[in-house]
């Protein structure tokens, strides 16, 4: 109970409006997503859904700033955005704004890579966020275990992506070498995160 009262006296108007608006664009990617039949993003909004229930919870009851709230929010809408929105025949999330040639075949540099490296990033401006106020790290000692901890972050995502596949039939999240892609980009976007946390929480000190 005296969680729950912490939690409530936490709730400024900037964090009521970030809550807001993650409710706001789950509940229309969820009826967009019900309404297409697409079963894997149902599953993808109950886990963003259990992640604003019990993460939000979190983060607002330990203070995390609004600016790192409404980030980390931010990732969820532009994850559903890129599966919702239509681009020509396509989805945003396999647009190509930077093409890039591979003899490998694989395409370079796709939205869905742009946000994952993006997640990454926030998710290591989150992991500083607590590593500086919680431990007592040097800088290379936060700058190793917050890229670690993002990269975790990011990989999770892909065992997300991995039980989609066995539980949903017809589910297309890419084979071997997305999901290697995928952590590629989530560990790069991990480090950028990470020096950027240190560059901008040494101009705030």
């Not at 912490?6 to 997503?33: C, D, H, Q, W």
């Not at 993808?44 to 229930?53: C, E, G, K, Q, R």
């Not at 997640?119 to 106020?133: D, H, I, K, W």
């Not at 890419?174 to 560990?187: E, I, P, R």
Request: aromatic share 14%; net charge negative; charged share 10%.
């Amino acid at each position: 109970m005296q969680f729950l009262i912490t939690v409530k006296e936490n709730l400024s108007p900037g964090r009521l409006l970030v809550f807001a608006f993650t409710i706001l664009y789950t509940a229309g990617a969820g009826f967009y997503f019900a309404s297409i039949g697409n079963t894997e993003f149902l599953g993808y909004i109950a886990v963003i859904v259990a992640l604003l229930i019990l993460g939000g919870c979190v983060l607002t009851h330990q203070c995390v700033p609004v600016w790192l709230f409404a980030l980390v929010s931010s990732v969820g809408f532009l994850h559903l955005l890129g599966a919702a929105m239509p681009v020509g025949d396509d989805i945003l999330y396999n647009y190509v704004p930077f093409p890039i040639e591979s003899s490998t075949g694989l395409t370079f540099i796709k939205m869905d890579q742009i946000v994952h490296t993006y997640g990454s990033a926030v998710a290591a401006l989150l992991a500083y966020f607590f590593l500086r106020r919680d431990t007592e790290f040097r800088t290379f000692g936060l700058l190793v275990f917050t890229i670690l901890a993002a990269s975790g972050v990011g990989a999770l995502n892909e065992v997300i992506e991995f039980t989609a596949k066995l539980l949903v039939p017809n589910t297309d999240v890419g084979g071997y070498y997305n999901t290697a892609l995928d952590l590629v980009v989530n560990t790069f976007g991990a480090a950028l995160g990470a020096l950027g946390a240190v560059m901008f929480w040494k101009r705030a000190a």
